[in-house]
């Protein structure tokens, strides 16, 4: 059995779609700043995690960070 996690940074997705569009890319503007990648995630970033995890049968127990190197910035 595999049991792996992903774990997302900032990923622009529907859940910011409370805040303006204005304030909104403010926000990423400012916080990609301070990434290593210097860009806000998107969804398929996170796919591409998540297909990599399920058709890798020799992992198991990995936790795969999609933060654009925001645990090391």
């Given at each position: 059995?595999?049991v792996n996690t992903v774990s997302p940074g900032l990923?622009?997705?529907?859940?910011?779609?409370?805040?303006?569009?204005?304030?909104?890319?403010?926000?990423?503007?400012?916080?990609?700043?301070?990434?290593?990648?210097?860009?806000?995630?998107?969804?398929?970033?996170?796919?591409?995690?998540?297909?990599?995890?399920?058709?890798?049968?020799?992992?198991?127990?990995?936790?795969?960070?999609?933060?654009?190197?925001?645990?090391?910035?």
């Amino acid at each position: 059995m595999c049991v792996n996690t992903v774990s997302p940074g900032l990923i622009n997705t529907p859940l910011w779609s409370s805040l303006d569009d204005k304030t909104r890319a403010a926000m990423f503007n400012r916080l990609s700043e301070n990434l290593p990648a210097k860009i806000v995630g998107k969804p398929e970033h996170i796919a591409n995690a998540v297909t990599f995890l399920m058709r890798t049968p020799f992992a198991t127990g990995s936790n795969v960070r999609v933060d654009g190197g925001g645990a090391i910035a």
